[in-house]
């Protein structure tokens, strides 16, 4: 089942901050986040397991709450180089990534 | 650069045509995936390979043939598309299990 993302979109200005939420209806045992710049390929930035740890990727960093079956990623002092579709991806409980399932992403604009 | 080949980067073809999509990994990874990825959506799974063989078919319409023939290679054989199979295909690899996925550069297809 597709993860739910929200926002849809979202414009900042160099140096602010944003959050990206993605949310299952379904039981998650992890949560994978993926960055896809536009006619480029979708780039790995982390995965999350069940446990609630917070990874982190440069001023990027992510929290997984298996118990609301949900994930946050978090983009602290934005620079232009973040802008780009941010895909969270969803595998189903066992642990296999085989099957992940992207949602629909979420477009991040950000300007000088 | 991205670690994952795919060749061609663009393909025109008729609906009466054969083509095939290459993709070609040297991580040393043994699960390779084929995404579809429509303009503004996310990628979709079509096809994983596991230890070279054939581990998910998410309901593919048969004119597309995947073929893994070795652990660094996979291929996708085309045959009476239809032009809303135009889209941007995606390979990608991993280690099995739940790891991260490392896409291609993918392949622009339209079909007329």
């Known amino acids: 089942q597709q993860p739910v993302q929200s926002p849809q979109a979202v414009i900042l200005r160099e140096g602010e901050d944003a959050v990206i939420n993605c949310s299952s209806s379904?039981?998650?045992?992890?949560v994978h986040w993926y960055r896809q710049k536009h006619g480029e390929a979708p780039v790995f930035l982390m995965i999350?397991?069940?446990?609630?740890e917070q990874k982190g990727h440069e001023k990027i960093s992510a929290s997984f709450n298996e118990k609301k079956q949900q994930s946050s990623l978090y983009l602290t002092a934005s620079q232009l180089s973040y802008s780009g579709t941010y895909f969270c991806?969803?595998?189903?409980?066992?642990?296999?990534?085989?099957?992940?399932?992207f949602g629909k992403g979420t477009l991040l604009t950000v300007n000088p | 650069d991205t670690e994952v080949t795919q060749t061609p980067k663009h393909l025109v073809m008729g609906m009466t045509n054969k083509k095939s999509l290459k993709c070609e990994q040297h991580?040393?990874?043994?699960?390779m995936y084929w995404y579809k990825q429509k303009a503004k959506k996310p990628p979709e799974l079509m096809f994983v390979?596991?230890?070279?063989?054939?581990?998910i078919n998410e309901s593919v319409p048969s004119r597309f043939s995947p073929e893994c023939p070795n652990s660094s290679l996979l291929n996708l054989h085309l045959h009476a598309l239809q032009p809303e199979d135009s889209a941007l295909y995606l390979c990608?690899?991993?280690?099995?299990?739940?790891?991260?996925?490392?896409f291609g550069n993918g392949t622009r297809l339209t079909v007329t």
């Open positions: 990608a690899s991993s280690q099995p299990g739940n790891s991260p996925l490392h």
């Open positions: 379904k039981a998650l045992y992890s």
């Open positions: 999350l397991l069940k446990g609630g």
């Open positions: 991806g969803t595998g189903a409980s066992g642990g296999s990534n085989y099957k992940l399932t």
């Open positions: 991580m040393g990874h043994r699960a």
């Open positions: 390979y596991s230890y070279e063989k054939l581990s």
